[in-house]
């Protein structure tokens, strides 16, 4: 939260209540990556290809869905919660596609930033008499 005195002087605001709560709940989740990535309640630091790639919680930018696809703050990751349940048909909410909104920083720390890692976080399960590579279980993920 030491950053939050640059904000203005970068452009940038402190997050809302709202992302601030839809970061927190991401940091929860993707903790288990401490050792690859941090957050510090305004800017989320992650660390793959030795670079320390810096994504705020949320720019203050309103941008339009194809845009924001482009240029992600964290907290748009969800921007569309997830719902249980039947989905009425015919969908009428546009762009409405939770999981679409996502973050190339957060999942190269996550997963590896190329096939190589990719293949080294896989093990061998056995699922219906065929042996088939998945990820390894990570402990929140």
């Known amino acids: 939260m030491f950053?939050?005195?640059l904000f203005p002087l970068l452009g940038l605001a402190a997050p809302s209540p709202e992302a601030a709560q839809k970061c927190a709940q991401i940091h929860a989740?993707?903790?288990t990556c401490a050792v690859r990535y941090s957050y510090d309640g305004d800017i989320f630091h992650?660390?793959?290809?030795k670079q320390n790639v810096q994504v705020a919680c949320e720019?203050?930018?309103q941008?339009?869905?194809?845009d924001r696809l482009d240029d992600m703050d964290m907290?748009?990751?969800?921007?569309?919660?997830?719902?249980?349940g039947a989905t009425p048909l015919p969908e009428t909410r546009q762009n409405w596609d939770p999981g679409r909104l996502r973050s190339e920083a957060l999942f190269k720390t996550t997963f590896g930033s190329g096939?190589?890692?990719v293949r080294a976080q896989l093990g061998?399960?056995?699922?219906?008499?065929?042996?088939v590579l998945v990820a390894a279980k990570k402990e929140s993920v």
């Open 75 to 84: 907290s748009s990751v969800l921007m569309y919660p997830y719902l249980t």
């Open 29 to 31: 989740t993707y903790k």
């Open 59 to 61: 720019d203050g930018k």
């Open 124 to 131: 061998h399960k056995v699922r219906a008499g065929e042996t």
């Open 46 to 49: 992650f660390i793959y290809d």
């Open 3 to 5: 950053l939050t005195a």
């Open 63 to 66: 941008l339009a869905y194809f």
């Open 115 to 117: 096939e190589d890692d």
